[in-house]
């Protein structure tokens, strides 16, 4: 036996469950989210607070270190990059933020890695213990510090070199590396008070943004829509649609009312002098465009080759058609006015013809002839 709730209806009762459900999932995918973003700053601010280091920590280093200047951490696995080309970074600053997308293993371009070895932080300098020497950037001397927001790359600029350079690191390390790089800076300019005040500020804002546990839905909030799939946004788009349709109709042309013939439109229809852009008319008609024979209000002829006097050409009192007569190398000043002409046709060297777009064209018998309308239908002839 199906079960119900207080409504009697089975489908209520279904739609409740699956609602539950959907909003039970995107509730607990917020808030992991939020718990590991919570865990992460309460992590940093943790490590601010107790960030310090010792002059023990650098025993056994090839390092020394003058007098008050204690090893803060050290990272075994760090490569030396230079910029090939002269850069601005930069001021450094005390900026805590969260990445905003995983580091990539890759250096970007213009970067290139000259030595590799061993990173250490101390309090007065950053230092890499390389291979071919070693490479101090003291923070007294900083001048400019940028970190890749996308590969793990930090450039350093200080006074007494032209070029940036600086540390390409393992992507688990470097922000970790960051963040105590961070730390030890402020730490030299005497303000890690401000580094704990922006991670509490950060804690706090964080805070509220603390996802809720939804309510319950019952069966009784069910509603009649919940049938259609899609719900209210179907039932709004097909209402659309009904009102659409009967507007389509009515702004469409009717059938002949005197039940006549109906005369099968060609499916490239040609063009008459007035659908063309204003822009292609002359500003006055030409003298000869008074002569032409009064337009009838009955279908144009049908574009094939074959069918009507002119073989599909459009009216023009030119006499130009799509029959085969005499190729026009030369046509009427008024050409442009009765037929769709290409851009720049007047500069083609060839005989007049029509593009598979409807347009037309001075490049007959020439090579690459409307190449840039689907090439040629036929020639325009007289």
């Known amino acids: 036996m199906a079960k119900t709730e207080s409504t009697g209806s089975t489908w209520r009762y279904r739609w409740a469950q699956r609602q539950n459900v959907r909003r039970v999932s995107t509730y607990r995918g917020a808030e992991t989210a ?21 002059a023990a920590a650098g025993a056994g280093l090839p390092l020394e270190l003058v007098d008050d200047e204690v090893v803060l951490w050290a990272l075994p696995a760090a490569q030396l990059v230079e910029v090939r080309h002269t850069t601005v970074l930069p001021a450094p600053d005390l900026t805590v933020a969260a990445p905003a997308a995983p580091l990539r293993p890759r250096r970007p371009d213009g970067v290139r890695v000259t030595d590799a070895g061993m990173a250490v932080i101390t309090s007065r300098r950053l230092v890499l213990l390389g291979g071919r020497g070693r490479r101090d950037w003291a923070y007294g001397r900083m ?73 319950v839905t019952t069966p009784a909030q069910a509603r009649l829509s919940s049938l259609v799939p899609g719900g209210r946004r179907t039932i709004a788009v097909a209402a659309g649609i009904a009102l659409l349709v009967p507007a389509a109709l009515f ?124 090439g040629v239908r036929w020639a325009i002839s007289q």
Request: charged share 25%; net charge positive; proline share 10%.
């Open 251 to 374: 702004d469409s042309n009717p059938s002949d009312p005197t039940g006549g013939a109906e005369v099968a439109a060609a499916a490239t229809p040609a063009r008459t002098p007035s659908a063309l852009p204003a822009l292609l008319r002359p500003a006055s008609p030409p003298p000869a465009r008074t002569t032409a024979p009064k337009r009838s209000s009955s279908p144009r002829p049908s574009s094939t080759a074959t069918a009507g006097p002119r073989c599909g050409a459009p009216e023009n009192p030119l006499g130009y058609d799509f029959c085969a007569g005499t190729r026009i190398r030369r046509p009427a000043a008024e050409v442009c006015d009765w037929f769709d002409c290409v851009p720049q046709f007047w500069a083609g060297r060839g005989y007049l013809v029509q593009c598979q777009d409807g347009s037309v064209s001075l490049t007959g018998g020439r090579a690459g002839a409307c190449a840039d309308h689907r």
């Open 34 to 54: 939020w718990r590991r973003r919570d865990d992460e700053l309460r992590r940093l601010r943790a490590l601010a607070a107790d960030f310090q280091g010792s």
């Open 143 to 215: 001048t400019g510090l940028a970190h890749d927001p996308a590969a793990p790359v930090t450039l350093i600029q200080v006074l007494d070199r032209r070029r940036a350079s600086g540390l390409l690191l393992p992507t688990d390390a470097a922000a970790d590396f960051r963040f105590k790089l961070t730390l030890a800076f402020a730490d030299a300019i005497e303000q890690r008070a401000a580094v704990l005040a922006q991670l509490d500020e950060l804690i706090a804002e964080h805070d509220q943004l603390k996802p809720f546990r939804p309510a």
